[in-house]
């Protein structure tokens, strides 16, 4: 999860990583092509709404998947550094984060309660979705003010082509 400090950011990461990690990996294992299958997807989210609930889905990925039993047995994630049981230094915590708790261990206790409550089914579809589709995430107002200000289709649209309008009679 990443808050790029400007619009381009994120793709030029991507590009980065695609550059060098991906020559350094395929001449190290002998092998050659990508690694990912296709582009890479990204989703807006509203912070203010969705941000520890992005995070807890995050954290509890390995979990859904099988590869591990609760998130702090996965150890490539950021949880166990959000949980005090590690120090990660790639990992900036989120201003929404710090309002969990007025200290260090009332913040990680809250996290950790937090994902340990864990997600409705119908938040982890939605969330799967919108990841899949590089959808937004966020409330309607959300929504519809990003829409005004990319002036770019951001709500759900109907399927299909529009319909014509018949011909006026004269």
């Avoid at 695609?18 to 807006?44: A, I």
């Avoid at 996290?111 to 409705?120: F, H, P, Q, R, T």
Wanted: proline share 6%; aromatic share 10%.
């Amino acid at each position: 999860l990443l808050t790029p400090p400007s619009e381009e950011a994120m793709s030029l990461m991507m590009q980065a990583v695609g550059r060098s990690y991906v020559r350094y990996f395929n001449q190290r294992h002998q092998r050659s092509g990508t690694l990912w299958e296709g582009r890479y997807k990204s989703s807006v989210i509203d912070s203010e709404a969705y941000l520890l609930t992005c995070m807890a889905y995050i954290d509890l990925n390995p979990v859904r998947a099988g590869v591990a039993e609760v998130a702090e047995d996965f150890n490539w994630s950021s949880y166990k550094h959000l949980i005090g049981q590690k120090i990660d230094k790639l990992v900036t915590p989120h201003a929404l984060y710090w309002g969990l708790g007025n200290t260090p261990f009332s913040r990680e206790a809250a996290y950790a309660a937090y994902v340990a409550a864990g997600l409705s089914a119908s938040m982890q579809k939605d969330l799967t979705e919108s990841v899949l589709k590089s959808r937004v995430v966020g409330r309607p107002e959300f929504l519809k003010s990003l829409q005004k200000k990319t002036q770019r289709p951001i709500l759900p649209q109907k399927a299909g082509r529009p319909f014509k309008s018949p011909p006026q009679s004269q």
